[in-house]
């Protein structure tokens, strides 16, 4: 029986790291310890495993903000729709973002 409930700990600590990461954690109280914190819980969640480096330098690239007001007319007539087309349309602003990084 110990088995089975030992299968859901991988599950457990991605929902832990999940709940963990939020937009607030940093915002609250902005540090670099926070912001590393946030970092190897993403870490982990994408590569299965925190590596521990040297010192690390970031970059940050903040696109051009999108008014929700210029779609809203739309958004009235065609929710799901307009959705859609708003997520696709930021969704290929981050990895134009990212891809320019790397």
């Known amino acids: 029986m110990l088995h089975k ?3 859901f700990y991988p ?7 999940f709940i963990a990461i939020s ?11 926070r912001f590393l ?6 870490e982990r ?3 299965g495993t925190a590596k521990m480096r040297g010192p690390r330098v970031a970059s940050l690239r903040v696109g051009e903000p999108k008014n929700l007001r210029d779609c809203y007319d739309t ?3 065609q929710k799901r729709e307009t959705v859609e087309q708003v997520t ?5 602003t981050v ?4 891809t320019d990084v790397s």
């Open 88 to 92: 696709l349309e930021l969704e290929t």
């Open 23 to 33: 937009d607030e954690y940093v915002a609250k109280a902005p540090s670099q310890e």
């Open 75 to 77: 958004y009235k007539a």
């Open 5 to 7: 409930f030992q299968q």
């Open 37 to 42: 914190e946030v970092i190897i819980r993403l």
């Open 11 to 17: 599950d457990l600590e991605r929902l832990i790291n």
């Open 45 to 47: 969640e994408v590569f």
């Open 95 to 98: 990895r134009t973002l990212v």
